[in-house]
C-alpha cells in the first residue's frame, strides 16, 4: 500500500505494538504506562521507548519496587537492541524477540495486547504512539 504526500511517494507497511505497564498490586489490575513496543516485519525493525513516571507508580501503591520497574525497562530496551546484552534472546530475530516481550505474564511489568497499524516509519510512529500512550 502506497500514499502522497506532497508529491511524494510512501509505502506503507504493517506493524505491531504494545503498551508496557506497570501493575505494582497484580490482585487490583491498576496499572500506569510506561512504554511501547513496536515491532515491523518488512524493516526488521523492534523498538521500545519507555518512561516511568514514579509519582504516578506510587500513587498506585506506595512501597512499589521502583528500582525493579527499572530494572525491568532496562531489560526490554536490551531485548529490543538485540545483540549480547539481549542474553538469551540475544540469537533471536526481532519478530520473535517481539513476541518474547509481548507474551502474557503475571508480573509487575506486564505487556498490553498487540495492536496492529500501517506505517512508512516505523521509528516516527513508535515516537508517536508513546507520546500519545505514555507521556
Known amino acids: 500500500m502506497t500514499y502522497e504526500s506532497d508529491?511524494?511517494?510512501?509505502?506503507?507497511?504493517?506493524?505491531?505494538?504494545?503498551?508496557i505497564r506497570a501493575?505494582?498490586?497484580?490482585?487490583?489490575?491498576?496499572?500506569?504506562?510506561?512504554?511501547?513496543?513496536?515491532?515491523?516485519?518488512q524493516h526488521a525493525h523492534l523498538g521500545a521507548r519507555t518512561h516511568l513516571d514514579q509519582s504516578r507508580l506510587l500513587a498506585l501503591?506506595?512501597?512499589?519496587?521502583?528500582?525493579?520497574?527499572?530494572?525491568?525497562?532496562?531489560?526490554?530496551?536490551?531485548?529490543?537492541?538485540?545483540g549480547p546484552g539481549a542474553g538469551p534472546a540475544a540469537g533471536d530475530n526481532a519478530g520473535?524477540?517481539?513476541r518474547w516481550l509481548t507474551a502474557p505474564r503475571s508480573?509487575?511489568?506486564?505487556?498490553?495486547?498487540?495492536?496492529?497499524?500501517?506505517?512508512?516509519?516505523p521509528e516516527a510512529e513508535l515516537r508517536r504512539l508513546f507520546e500519545a500512550l505514555v507521556l
Open 23 to 41: 501493575v505494582p498490586r497484580v490482585e487490583r489490575g491498576e496499572c500506569v504506562n510506561i512504554g511501547v513496543l513496536l515491532y515491523c516485519r
Open 61 to 82: 501503591d506506595p512501597v512499589a519496587d521502583v528500582a525493579g520497574v527499572r530494572r525491568a525497562l532496562h531489560g526490554i530496551e536490551a531485548v529490543c537492541a538485540g
Open 96 to 98: 520473535q524477540r517481539f
Open 7 to 19: 508529491s511524494v511517494e510512501h509505502e506503507l507497511h504493517d506493524y505491531e505494538y504494545a503498551v
Open 107 to 121: 508480573a509487575m511489568v506486564q505487556p498490553g495486547p498487540v495492536h496492529t497499524g500501517l506505517t512508512a516509519d
